[in-house]
């Protein structure tokens, strides 16, 4: 529907009839509107002020009290609740009559599962609040726990696995229970994860791209036959030169799937391959100064283009509206 949409611009240019200019805008505006209507259907869970518990042995390595601790509870269709504990940290000086604030998530890696609602901040979590301090990232952020540490039952990087978790539906649950809440931007929602937690960025991708302005993914494969689906949406993969799981040569396959998907702009669609760095790409990515800029400069109402140059002599390119 997306691509259509810019499609029909593209052919239609500046001569299109009064009659094809009202169609097209009609279809704009329910293409950029199917996330809303999509989200009007979801089953909204109970956002509920929680708590966190401090384990010596598995500290964060900072103090966590500027984030704010809660829990999601969702009743599922066996009756059962679902908890989804999470931590939130709100920008600073946070108005409710200001401009709808940006959200970022934060999805963990195997390492970090648990229920103490607190170790999963161990990556991310400092160097998030310090951009909301200094206005770097003026928005909210959301790490939630996954108590077994997978975001999706199988590899992502399979078109026959990378089914979500119970838990990475509820995120998706949650980013609504969230924007009807507070002073949320909803085309303004950013999601990354590292290792583990990439995967389950990669499935949200594939099954809530209407979801999100923005992904980045650090150390964790795709699925190349997902390309044509996700190229429209801004993205930055982040590898390790000597990773051994994923290899380079995987993501780099994930990255030519999307380049000949059209997402070709490496302003959008970036991949940053770091040579003496192992499985922890989320030490350097974080470090790097355009880490949050990349998130902030995207909305779902941005058309995107995804050619270099959009209208290069005696070629074509792909318009994309995420």
Do not use: C
């Not at 998706?172 to 995967?199: E, Q």
């Amino acid at each position: 529907m997306h691509l259509l949409v810019a499609q029909i611009f593209f052919v239609f240019g500046t001569n299109r009839s009064s009659k094809m200019k009202t169609i097209y805008k009609l279809l704009i505006t329910s293409s950029l509107s199917l996330a809303m209507i999509a989200s009007s259907f979801a089953q909204s869970g109970a956002l509920k002020p929680s708590t966190y518990s401090s384990d010596p042995s598995k500290s964060p390595g900072f103090a966590t009290t500027d984030y704010e601790a809660w829990n999601y509870q969702k009743i599922n269709s066996s009756g059962a609740q679902q908890n989804l504990p999470f931590r939130m940290a709100r920008p600073i000086g946070y108005s409710t009559t200001a401009p709808a604030y940006p959200l970022i998530i934060m999805l963990h890696g195997r390492g970090e599962a648990g229920t103490d609602n607190n170790y999963h901040l161990k990556w991310g979590g400092k160097e998030t609040i310090a951009a909301i301090k200094n206005k770097t990232f003026d928005g909210f952020a959301v790490f939630p726990q996954e108590p077994y540490g997978a975001w999706t039952n199988g590899p992502a990087y399979r078109s026959d696995g990378g089914q979500p978790s119970m838990a990475l539906t509820q995120v998706w649950d949650l980013v609504d229970s969230l924007a009807n809440r507070f002073n949320i931007d909803r085309n303004r929602v950013y999601i990354h994860g590292l290792s583990s937690g990439g995967t389950g960025v990669w499935a949200s991708l594939y099954y809530r791209a209407d979801l999100f302005a923005a992904v980045q993914i650090m150390s964790a494969p795709g699925d190349v036959s997902q390309a044509y689906n996700v190229a429209s949406t801004p993205l930055w993969l982040h590898q390790g030169g000597i990773d051994v799981n994923p290899v380079p040569s995987v993501s780099r396959n994930v990255m030519a799937s999307l380049r000949t998907a059209g997402a070709v702009n490496p302003v959008i669609t970036k991949y940053t391959e770091y040579p003496d760095v192992a499985h922890t790409t989320w030490i350097p990515a974080y470090a790097n100064k355009d880490f949050f800029p990349f998130f902030l400069k995207q909305t779902r109402k941005n058309i995107k283009v995804l050619g270099i140059n959009p209208f290069p002599a005696g070629s074509s390119v792909s318009l994309g509206v995420n």
